[in-house]
T-cell receptor, first 112, second 120 residues
Framework: GEDVEQSLFLSVREGDSSVINCTYT??????LYWYKQEPGAGLQLLTY?????DMKQDQRLTVLLNKKDKHLSLRIADTQTGDSAIYFC????????????FGAGTRLAVHP | GAVVSQHPSRVICKSGTSVKIECRSL??????MFWYRQFPKKSLMLMAT?????????EQGVEKDKFLINHASLTLSTLTVTSAHPEDSSFYIC????????????????FGPGTRLLVL
């Protein structure tokens, strides 16, 4: 079946790195995504990784994919207060034309 | 690019009335649009997938007669919550897929800002 799990809460100090973890069950997933949601707002795509990749880096964001363990992580370097939000991991069996299966979201709190 | 809007952003209605929510892709044509529902502090659950000019495909457990979806054009999809009840109160989010025509970003959906529905 399709299931995506995330830890619910992470607290970090401003300037430190944040690592948000996600596990998924469907080995057929071809794309894995990270979305950011600020209070009362919709979802903002942060980054995505294709299943044949191990890592993807985009400025302060680094995505690591361990396909064997079905584990995905998002590392945010030099975390800022503006990074405080809920981060959703999602998987898709195809590209954007397929439905996304979301995790419950990780609430990231950044404190001074 | 790839902006999706929703209207209204917030709506309060009385129990028993119907509410229509619009989802528009502003700078691209969306071959497929999706409607999600998000409960407080919970994840997004897909309600239905709609393709322009055809009937929507509903997820298991979603009542198609209660949540009417119309995808009349490549830039507009509407969700109508019919005879709304307090348990329909939620945050409804749409997303749009621009298609695989070689356009950058075709691997993902683009999300609207959401509509908060409160049924009294």
């Amino acid at each position: 079946g399709e299931d995506v799990e995330q830890s619910l809460f992470l607290s970090v100090r401003e300037g430190d790195s944040s690592v948000i973890n996600c596990t998924y069950t469907d080995s057929s997933s071809t794309y894995l995504y990270w979305y950011k949601q600020e209070p009362g707002a919709g979802l903002q795509l942060l980054t995505y990784i294709f299943s044949n990749m191990d890592m993807k880096q985009d400025q302060r964001l680094t995505v690591l994919l361990n396909k064997k363990d079905k584990h995905l992580s998002l590392r945010i370097a030099d975390t800022q207060t503006g990074d405080s939000a809920i981060y959703f991991c999602a998987e898709s069996l195809g590209g954007g034309y397929n439905k996304l299966i979301f995790g419950a979201g990780t609430r990231l709190a950044v404190h001074p | 690019g790839a902006v999706v809007s929703q209207h209204p952003s917030r709506v309060i209605c009385k129990s028993g009335t119907s509410v229509k929510i619009e989802c528009r892709s502003l700078d691209f044509q969306a071959t497929t649009m999706f409607w999600y529902r998000q409960f407080p502090k919970k994840s997004l659950m897909l309600m239905a997938t709609s393709n322009e000019g055809s009937k929507a495909t509903y997820e298991q457990g979603v009542e198609k007669d209660k949540f009417l979806i119309n995808h009349a054009s490549l830039t507009l999809s509407t969700l109508t919550v019919t005879s709304a009840h307090p348990e329909d109160s939620s945050f409804y989010i749409c997303s749009a897929f621009p298609g695989t025509s070689g356009r950058a970003g075709a691997e993902t959906q683009y999300f609207g800002p959401g509509t908060r529905l409160l049924v009294l």
